[in-house]
Nanobody, 115 residues
Framework: QVQLVESGGGLVQAGGSLRLSCTAS??????MGWFRQAPGKEREFVAY????????NYTDSVKGRFTISRDNAKNTLYLQMNNLKPEDTAVYLC??????????WGQGTQVTVSS
């Protein structure tokens, strides 16, 4: 069993930055990902990182602006978000891949980007 808690969301102006954190408890050496869900839209994949941190990938709309990373010693996943745009506004959720599907989810943290 894994419990995930996100933090770091907030209100920021377009062009600003935020760093999201996701603290995990329980067994944590899994591949992990960040997703987001905007009002009235389906949940969308944002970024993935392997358990070792060596492999990452991103949805096209965030490439070059967002960076996913992890600190396994702290059981924490991060998402550094730079040059934020109003279309990045959403609830951001972290998830654990176990091992082929994302089975464990956090409750989410709200990111709002004003124009």
């Amino acid at each position: 069993q894994v419990q995930l808690v996100e933090s770091g969301g907030g209100l920021v102006q377009a062009g600003g930055s935020l760093r999201l954190s996701c603290t995990a408890s329980g067994r944590t050496l899994y591949d992990m990902g960040w997703f987001r869900q905007a009002p009235g839209k389906e949940r969308e994949f944002v970024a993935y990182i392997s358990w070792s941190g060596y492999r990452t990938n991103y949805t096209d709309s965030v490439k070059g602006r967002f960076t996913i990373s992890r600190d396994n010693a702290k059981n924490t996943l991060y998402l550094q978000m730079n040059n934020l745009k109003p279309e990045d506004t959403a609830v951001y959720l972290c998830a654990v891949k176990n091992p082929y599907t994302y089975d464990y989810w956090g409750q989410g943290t709200q990111v709002t980007v004003s124009s």
